[in-house]
């Protein structure tokens, strides 16, 4: 029996001298293994005399525990040393000065959102937010897009797995649903921005799965489609910067709008490059409409009372428009010569006094 404790002491100290994980793997297996010290050991309790098996049974069994304990341990505690290790690697002093070569810029998208919130910042607007993750009543059902409504269809929606209790939640495919918990917190008059990410199954030379909207909604007793119609306009001037722009509403629809229109910008694309107010081409960058009477109504405003007018922009799409950018999908490579060529200075922030891209 001293024996077997001697032997055990034996194989701990192995387990904690193993110096990384192929080591104590080796120790393992020469212990515990099909063929290992202590495993052969235990095959000879079958052949011995049932008093001494009495014994060495308990023996065994407890040498086995203590030591299969003890390799956990070890391998736990050679998982901390390799994070720690690696963690004093990778340590990163963030109070370090910036490297020269490597000078940061700001994404044309923040420039745009920075430049879209001053321009309507300046038309009286406030900004607004809601969360990326939605549910299906505030993507859809809200907004008078009911389950099994072909609209559904058209938004390539990404959905996340089902909960316990059956709703399925997804990321929004447009900043519309903001209009929705705008109008269930605050009272009218109101006049909101709501910039933001949205999430599209798609992608191509004006697509990316992820992409960027500003949603405004101006709600009171008298908002009519001039209003809209002169909101937008005044902005799309104020924003490409020029006296007048080429635009065009064409009739379209959408659920959560009546009436609706789609809004073009007119380009050109020559030489790898996109060319606003030339050319024959357009940009589609907005939807918009007069909010339908059941949106207000599932918002909780009284239609007879209130009236007024929606609209959704593409950030990205004005982003490639003013800044001549032939390709959404660079937007999100994160090739630092492609923001360092089309990138802002940090400190130069848009406002209509001081000038939005200068
Ligand atoms: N949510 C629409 C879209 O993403 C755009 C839109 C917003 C249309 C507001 C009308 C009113 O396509």
């Known amino acids: 029996m001293s024996d077997i404790e001697a032997q055990t002491r034996e194989m701990l100290r192995t387990v904690a001298e193993a110096g990384d994980m192929a080591a104590l793997e080796a120790v393992r297996i020469s212990v515990l293994g099909r063929k290992g010290v202590l495993t052969e050991l235990m095959k000879g309790l079958g052949s011995m005399h049932a008093d001494e098996r009495k014994v060495m049974g308990p023996v065994l069994n407890g040498a086995k525990d203590e030591l299969t304990a003890a390799i956990a341990a070890r391998a736990?505690?050679?998982?901390?040393?390799?994070?720690?290790?690696?963690?004093?690697?990778?340590?990163?002093?963030?109070?370090?000065?910036?490297?020269?070569?490597?000078?940061?810029?700001i994404h044309p998208v923040s420039q745009v959102m920075d430049e879209v919130m001053a321009i309507f910042g300046d038309m009286g607007f406030s900004v607004a937010e809601g969360p990326d993750i939605e549910s299906d009543f505030y993507n859809f059902t809200a907004l008078n897009i009911p389950p099994e409504h072909p609209a559904r269809q058209m938004h390539d929606t990404f959905y996340f797995n089902e909960k316990p209790g059956g709703e399925r939640l997804l990321l929004r495919t447009h900043t519309s649903p903001v209009q929705i918990r705008t109008m269930e917190k605050s009272k009218p008059p109101l006049r909101i921005i709501a910039p933001g990410r949205t999430y599209r199954c798609d992608s191509d030379m004006t697509h990316t799965p992820m992409f960027h909207q500003v949603e405004g909604l101006v709600i009171d007793e008298s908002a009519h489609m001039g209003h809209l119609k002169g909101c937008l306009i005044e902005f799309c001037k104020a924003f490409f910067e020029v006296e007048t722009?080429?635009?065009?509403?064409?009739?379209?629809?959408f659920p959560f709008t009546e009436p609706s229109a789609e809004v073009d910008i007119g380009c050109r694309r020559s030489g790898g490059e996109l060319r606003i107010g030339e050319g024959e081409d357009w940009l589609e960058i907005l939807g918009c409409g007069m909010v339908h009477p059941v949106v207000l109504r599932h918002s909780g405003i009284d239609p007879e009372k209130y009236q007024g007018f929606a609209f959704g922009i593409g950030i990205d799409r004005l982003a490639m428009l003013k800044y001549g950018i032939p390709d959404l999908r660079d937007f999100f490579e994160a090739d630092l010569r492609w923001l360092q060529h089309y990138g802002f200075a940090a400190l130069d922030i848009p406002s209509l006094a001081g000038g939005l891209s200068r």
Do not use: T
């Open 76 to 105: 736990q505690a050679l998982h901390a040393a390799a994070l720690d290790a690696r963690l004093a690697l990778e340590r990163i002093d963030v109070s370090l000065p910036a490297r020269p070569e490597i000078r940061g810029a």
């Open 245 to 253: 722009v080429r635009m065009r509403f064409r009739p379209s629809h």
